[in-house]
């Protein structure tokens, strides 16, 4: 994937996050009667402004995208006219500039309701969450989990892909010490187990701890055939065809492709000798494969991928659609459910009870944007949606400067029957800037930790 792919995509979710949220400030203050001067995308130095509206406010591009705002008429902020000051932010209600305050992260909270409506009405596929072999000494194993079932509820809750199941799971088991999982068995019944998850703990959430618990999805066995090749990978060059079907690898009998795999990881730049079974006749043929880094290893690749029955394959699919009021339903609840976890794990962080490793900054928030930019529409918007998400539930913590802080103070003020002291605001902003620099760091710290590590 290349760097300004990465690039663009990266830029596409930062406008689309900023101009959302800063269009509910917006919008909201219009409809409270408040004149709005500037609408920026970006601060510092404009790079593009144009005037539009019955009011000329200034719609700006400016040179540091990390952000926006909207500047309202003020009294707090500079000298307004007479005949303007019914229209200046300050003289609202305390009611209305709650509301004015609250609409920047609702609209993101709302856009995420958008786009898991519409995800939700078009359909997501996702992995049948059937389970593989069962590993001994699990408690999945220990539960009686068997090759083959296929979860269907979770604690209550429905679970029509292996996505869904490892999300309801992320959800429950960081506040239950067992969970109920009902089961499709393979003779088509339904069975309960009673899966003990105590083991996990706060690092084992920061990896895959379905591994752990020994819940690992089926995968088909895949006969070690070749599918297709690259024409410049090591197993065309020694003379591999498309139809070839591997039996043996250094004497070593194959059943497998994924036993194939395991050999060419292991051998970067070391001759394999092949045994292979081309229409009635078998022939030996050396392989030596190529030497690649993956995450700081040196590992070996012959650019070759396997012969998968397709018919086989798309039994393994499951498919989630529903109707635009059901889908409407399933987008408020998917939101609801993203962002009280997303409270829970930052509470958690705070209580030291879940690494800090968890909080990305722009780096992977870049690389992330650019694999499921690559990956197709469908996992874009899901990405726009969790980041739309998160924007808009930090943007409602009672942080100062965020715009949780100045509901907090709104809130004070509404209670108390008087705004709060410049004093107590002083203080609070200093707190604010503490706090947001504090976690700034921990984000580009962990960015340049996964640059670095691979991770």
Known sequence: MSFLFTLAAFAVTLGIMIVVHEYGHYQVARWCGVKVLRFSVGFGKPLLTRRWGADQTEWVISIFPLGGYVKMLDEQEGPVAPHELHRAYNRLPVQRRIAVVAAGPLANLALAVVLYWFLFMHGVQGIKPMLGEVPAATPAAHAGFQRGEVITRIGGETTPTWQDARWTLLQKVIENKSLEIEVETLAHSTAVHTLDVSSIDSEDLENDFLEKLGLVHFQTDIAPKIGSLLPDGAAAKSGL??????????????????????????????????????????????????????????????????????????????????????????????????????????????????????????????????????????????????????????NLLPVPLLDGGHLLYYMVEFFKGSPVSEKTMEIGQQIGIAILLTLMLFAFYNDINRLISGQ
């Open 241 to 394: 065809q498309v139809g070839d079907e591997i039996m043996s690898v250094n004497r070593q009998t194959l059943h497998r492709w994924e036993d194939w795999v395991k050999w060419v990881r292991q051998s970067p730049n070391q001759p394999l000798t092949l045994k292979i079974q081309r229409g009635e006749v078998q022939q030996n043929i050396e392989v030596t494969p190529d030497v690649v880094e993956d995450n700081g290893k040196r590992i070996g690749r012959v650019g070759a991928a396997p012969l998968v029955d397709r018919e086989l394959i798309k039994s393994l699919i499951a498919e989630v659609r529903y109707p635009p009021h059901k889908a409407f339903v399933k987008a408020l609840g998917k939101t609801w459910e993203t962002s009280i976890f997303s409270l829970k794990m930052l509470f958690r962080m705070v209580a030291g009870q879940v690494s800090w490793k968890n909080i990305s900054g722009p780096i992977t928030i870049a690389d992330y944007a650019g694999q499921s930019a690559q990956m197709g529409v469908v996992a874009y918007l899901s990405f726009l949606a969790l980041i739309s998400i998160s924007l808009g539930v930090l």
